[in-house]
């Protein structure tokens, strides 16, 4: 079954700290790699997808990457307005209807 | 374009009570996803409609959840009867088509069991 870890689970910046975000996955063949971003008491809203490993996708001041294992989310001079939960899922290729499986996300608050 | 509209908002009821809440998809989109999310973890799928048929519900509790999309539009999951354990978000997805990840969600149901 395929799986996703994100680390850490909660993350505390100063605003202008850069930092990155991991997530670990195993997967039977990967389709696509996806990153939401989810603020409290609303719904996960898409920024990325990836597909294979050496991929970049760049949205302000967030980056996402990709290899065989993983993918990073960093953020660069971070905001206090990029407070967020970020979520990380998978989608396999053995699925036929292309289910996504979600981590945990991580839980990032900037202080100004 | 309008979003991917759910309600309630908030539903707050006692154990071994039924309800129901309800999903607009995006006009358009062919897929439409039912996630559960319990507080600090990820989003679970719990059934996948491809216009108004189901492809994946295996995650889905039967003995006690059901959902229906009609004519391939609206759609509605239904609890009976709820379960402490089921206090959580139920977030209404939809996309295009299958397999595109970039789904668009609402902004969800919260429901504690009491």
């Known amino acids: 079954e395929d799986q996703v870890t994100q680390s850490p689970e909660a993350l505390r910046l100063q605003e202008g700290e850069s930092s990155s975000l991991n997530c670990s996955y195993t997967v039977s063949g990967l389709r696509g790699l996806f990153w939401y971003r989810q603020d409290p008491g609303k719904g996960p809203e898409f920024l990325f997808t990836l597909y294979s490993a050496g991929e970049e996708k760049e949205k302000e001041r967030l980056k996402a990457t990709l290899t065989k294992k993983e993918s990073f989310l960093h953020i660069t001079a971070p905001k206090p307005e990029d407070s967020a939960t970020y979520l990380c899922?998978?989608?396999?290729?053995?699925?036929?209807?292309?289910?996504?499986?979600f981590g945990a996300g991580t839980q990032v608050v900037v202080t100004p | 374009e309008a979003g991917v509209a759910q309600s309630p908002r908030y539903k707050i009821i006692e154990k071994r009570q039924s309800v129901a809440f309800w999903c607009n998809p995006i006009?358009?989109?062919?897929?439409l996803y039912w996630y559960q999310q319990i507080l600090g973890q990820g989003p679970k799928l719990l059934i996948q409609?491809?216009?108004?048929?189901?492809?994946?519900d295996s995650q889905l509790p039967k003995d006690r959840f059901s959902a229906e999309r009609l004519k391939g539009v609206d759609s509605t999951l239904k609890i009976q009867p709820a379960k402490l354990e089921d206090s959580a978000v139920y977030l209404c997805?939809?996309?295009?088509?299958?397999?595109?990840?970039?789904?668009?969600f609402g902004s969800g149901t919260r429901l504690t069991v009491v």
């Open positions: 409609f491809q216009n108004n048929g189901v492809v994946d």
């Open positions: 899922a998978v989608q396999g290729l053995t699925d036929s209807w292309g289910k996504l499986q």
């Open positions: 006009s358009g989109h062919a897929t």
């Open positions: 997805a939809s996309s295009l088509e299958a397999g595109s990840g970039g789904y668009t």
